[in-house]
């Protein structure tokens, strides 16, 4: 089993920055993905970014590359979402999520789909004003 606890959201006004932490705790494992999903108000669950922990590998929706960099702390077992040039339609719950790893070298497809996810963590609001 393992735990996901988010931290970081908050309020904060269009074109500013917020970092959002997911510290794991449980069973350790060597390989697996960290992912961030948000759900916007009125629509599903949303892939943002990934990070692949062995490696590094980053992922990143169209909608926020450039813009949120994901990163990770191997002893820390924490992986974060930096954002930045937020907008109001980036206004969600923000999810972390783990995967564990599979046979073969996983594709953006993968990757992108929240049912690829085992664990998740119970969210953080983010809210951007105009």
């Known amino acids: 089993q393992v735990q996901l606890v988010e931290s970081g959201g908050g309020l904060v006004q269009a074109g500013g920055s917020l970092r959002l932490s997911c510290a794991a705790s449980?069973?350790?494992?060597?390989?697996?993905?960290m992912g961030w999903f948000r759900h916007l108000p009125g629509k599903g669950r949303e892939f943002v970014a990934a990070?692949?922990?062995?490696?590094?590998?980053?992922y990143y929706a169209d909608s926020v590359k450039g813009r949120f960099t994901v990163s990770r702390d191997n002893a820390e077992n924490t992986v974060y979402l930096q954002m930045n040039s937020l907008k109001p339609g980036d206004t969600a719950v923000y999810y972390c999520?783990?995967?564990?790893?599979?046979?073969?070298?996983?594709?953006?497809?993968?990757?992108?789909?929240?049912?690829?996810?085992?664990?998740w963590g119970r969210g953080t609001q983010v809210t951007v004003s105009s």
């Open positions: 449980g069973r350790t494992f060597s390989s697996f993905t």
């Open positions: 999520a783990f995967k564990l790893a599979g046979r073969n070298e996983p594709t953006f497809s993968l990757l992108s789909s929240a049912l690829a996810y085992n664990y």
């Open positions: 990070i692949r922990w062995s490696g590094g590998s980053t």
